[in-house]
């Protein structure tokens, strides 16, 4: 089971995968200081001063003049404002491994061209003929 296990660890497609998660960690981190230190800020400013982080709705009614209010009186509060953070670091993270993909796939090439098939089948009897055979060699039907 341990040699099974190494085998399938040193395979080249887990290994890249292990690089990407972590890449991936370390870009998800890049994108939510962008979005929370530079993107939201200049929206928020434009939307009035608000600050979506603190954005939520009170469930308890008691009407808790902050986030952090509600919280420090343990008060039940739906954080709408934080899912819009993490809404916009998703579409953020999104658009950049499309355009990442995009990049690679245009390194890349274009794919080769499927080659035209070099046998047909005969409609007597189906065997593999030449594709241009006018006579089954097999039945000896004439093909069209």
């Known amino acids: 089971m341990l040699q099974e296990f190494k085998t399938f660890i040193m395979r080249g497609n887990v290994i890249d995968m292990a690089v990407g998660i972590i890449i991936g960690a370390a870009f998800s981190k890049i994108v939510s200081i962008l979005v929370e230190g530079v993107i939201m800020p200049p929206i928020g400013l434009l939307m009035g001063g608000i600050d979506f982080s603190d954005l939520f709705i009170d469930l308890s009614g008691k009407g808790h003049a902050s986030?952090?209010?509600?919280?420090?009186?343990?008060?039940?509060?739906?954080?709408?404002?934080?899912?819009?953070?993490?809404?916009?670091?998703?579409?953020?993270?999104?658009?950049?491994?499309?355009?990442?993909?995009?990049?690679?796939?245009?390194?890349?090439?274009?794919?080769?061209?499927?080659?035209?098939?070099?046998?047909?089948?005969?409609?007597?009897?189906?065997?593999?003929?030449p594709i241009e055979a006018k006579r089954c060699k097999y039945c000896t039907s004439l093909i069209e």
């Open 67 to 129: 986030l952090k209010a509600a919280e420090e009186a343990g008060a039940p509060v739906i954080k709408y404002g934080l899912f819009i953070n993490t809404v916009i670091e998703f579409l953020i993270v999104a658009f950049a491994i499309f355009i990442l993909i995009k990049f690679i796939n245009q390194l890349r090439g274009p794919e080769p061209a499927d080659e035209a098939p070099v046998t047909k089948k005969c409609p007597e009897c189906l065997s593999e003929i």
